[in-house]
């Protein structure tokens, strides 16, 4: 038989995230954003779940051939727009929408011969730094698009850095405003964190089109200041595998390598098929929740390229199973209704959900199946 690890998507669960997010911002349409692989979860997976999205973004031109060939014909924005030239031509083919957010891009497209002009997003660098043009530069930017027949239409957009934190996104929507106020087009500005917690009170900034990412996918953007369940949302992947063996232990005897853990007293510990070779971060040490046939528990010792290994007392004293076969939940949706938030795995290893996700390696298998009445 194979070895007993696998992921489970959840598409009814990625409907219901998506709704939440259209609800958290009435009136804005919303892109389901999809980079990553849809953030691990696989886009052919995902699609199901997301098609109530009023359009994709995404990075690249091979993400987009793939939701294209999945039959979307709606509107697909490519985050960082255009690498070189040529991806002008992949635009015009495949009908993509596109950022930009530098001198070069405007270039290629002065020089570009199409038939279909462009749908851009020109980006502003409000203050995180990363991508777009500063207050002048974009003004002088939008100028030279908007003299370009090879541009239908400008869309204009922006990046919050502190949506999820007390910083908060008062300094980079007083910029944005300041350096759009006069200009015409719809405006996209919102990430998770900014829908959740600014769309519903602020139309200026739920704006046009707001981009939800890591909130379709059941994590709480601002954890742990909330929670998913605060936001609503519901796990979109379930990581889950079994107990291979169980090992009795007397006091002082130790675990794993490194023999970081010490048993306190004699007790039972079980040994997990996942490790770091599947995408189970390293650095999950002593104390890292888990879910046992249903109890939390957690891991003890050091996590393996293949093994992991687990405190069996709880789930004893439940009454639980807690021999060979027992059910793990790594993280996602457990049995007998129980829920392993991925945020709390993420800040045992000091990360953030995403990496997770991302990170489910390829030797995993991966199942769809839907996440019931949870769900509904």
């Not at 996918?217 to 889950?240: I, K, V």
């Not at 291979?244 to 048993?263: H, K, N, P, R």
């Not at 957690?298 to 069996?312: I, K």
């Not at 489910?360 to 509904?376: E, I, M, N, S, Y």
Request: glycine fraction near 10%; include cysteine.
């Amino acid at each position: 038989m194979p070895r007993p690890i696998e992921a489970i998507i959840h598409p009814d669960a990625l409907a219901r995230n998506l709704q939440r997010a259209r609800a958290a911002a009435p009136d804005a349409k919303v892109w389901a954003v999809v980079k990553a692989n849809a953030y691990g979860h696989g886009i052919e997976r995902a699609y199901a779940g997301l098609q109530g999205a009023d359009g994709f973004a995404l990075l690249d031109i091979a993400e987009a051939e793939r939701v294209r060939a999945l039959g979307w014909r709606g509107p697909i924005l490519l985050l960082e727009g255009c690498f070189e030239a040529r991806d002008l031509e992949a635009c015009s083919r495949l009908n993509l929408w596109h950022v930009v957010h530098t001198e070069q891009q405007i270039d290629w497209l002065a020089t570009h011969k199409t038939t279909w002009p462009h749908r851009v997003f020109l980006k502003f660098n409000s203050g995180m730094n990363r991508l777009g043009f500063k207050r002048d530069a974009f003004r002088t930017a939008w100028m030279r698009l908007s003299g370009l027949t090879q541009v239908e239409e400008i869309s204009l957009m922006t990046h919050f850095s502190d949506a999820d934190n007390e910083r908060g996104i008062a300094h980079q929507m007083a910029a944005f405003q300041a350096a759009t106020t006069d200009l015409p087009g719809e405006r996209s500005l919102c990430n998770s964190a900014a829908t959740l917690r600014y769309a519903g009170d602020h139309p200026d900034v739920r704006a046009d089109w707001v981009r939800p990412g890591i909130m379709v996918y059941g994590s709480a953007p601002d954890f742990p200041a909330h929670t998913a369940r605060h936001w609503g949302l519901l796990p979109t992947m379930t990581l889950r595998s079994r107990l291979i063996a169980v090992q009795s232990l007397e006091a002082g005897d130790c675990v794993g390598y490194g023999s970081t853990f010490t048993a306190p007293q004699p007790m039972r510990i079980g040994v997990v098929a996942c490790g770091y070779a599947d995408g189970y971060p390293r650095h999950c040490g002593t104390g890292t929740p888990v879910l046992v046939d249903g109890v939390r528990t957690r891991v003890v010792g050091r996590v393996s390229m293949d093994m992991l290994t687990v405190d069996l007392t709880p789930v004893e004293q439940a009454g639980r199973h807690a021999g060979l076969g027992a059910e793990v939940t790594l993280w996602g949706q457990g049995p007998h209704g129980s829920l392993l938030p991925i945020d709390e795995v993420a800040a045992a290893a000091h990360t953030v959900a995403y990496e997770l996700m991302c990170a489910l390696a390829a030797r995993v298998p991966v199942t769809v199946r839907d996440l019931g009445p949870q769900a509904a």
